[in-house]
């Protein structure tokens, strides 16, 4: 009986925390497409862990109804890669991923501040 009760419990809590997670955003087929091009059209090279990074968050832009987002995430992707590559870091390795990551996160805080 003690152990029915400690399952249910479990079950229970687990159900309450996976209800708590924050959702995924999925990208409409179409914004998948319009990203791919503006990544492309902006330098990006295809099967990179930085384009990867450039079609999701400009997927989420084009979904939102803003393409102009979505272009100055690509173009600031492409910086992003040129820097990294500059610091010599390989493209596969983890270094790379995070330095693109903080690159591209730092120009779209820039153009931010500059739009406000």
Same mark, same amino acid.
């Given at each position: 009986?003690?152990?029915?009760?400690?399952?249910?419990?479990?079950?229970?809590?687990?159900?309450v925390?996976?209800?708590?997670?924050?959702?995924?955003?999925?990208?409409?087929?179409?914004?998948?497409?319009?990203? =791919?091009?503006?990544?492309?059209?902006?330098?990006?090279?295809?099967?990179?862990?930085?384009?990867?990074?450039?079609?999701?968050?400009?997927?989420?832009?084009?979904?939102?109804?803003?393409?102009?987002?979505?272009?100055?995430?690509?173009?600031?992707?492409?910086?992003?890669? =040129?820097?990294?590559?500059?610091?010599?870091l390989?493209? =596969?390795?983890?270094?790379?991923?995070?330095?693109?990551?903080? =690159?591209?996160?730092?120009?779209?805080?820039?153009?931010?501040?500059?739009?406000?």
């Amino acid at each position: 009986m003690v152990r029915g009760s400690t399952i249910m419990v479990a079950l229970g809590a687990l159900a309450v925390t996976a209800a708590m997670l924050p959702r995924a955003h999925g990208q409409s087929g179409q914004a998948l497409v319009l990203a =791919e091009q503006v990544c492309l059209q902006n330098g990006v090279a295809p099967s990179t862990a930085a384009f990867e990074g450039c079609v999701a968050r400009a997927a989420l832009a084009f979904d939102r109804g803003q393409p102009d987002l979505a272009a100055r995430q690509a173009r600031a992707t492409r910086d992003a890669r =040129e820097i990294c590559l500059a610091y010599e870091l390989s493209p =596969e390795s983890l270094g790379y991923r995070h330095c693109v990551a903080t =690159e591209v996160e730092r120009a779209l805080d820039q153009l931010a501040e500059h739009h406000d």
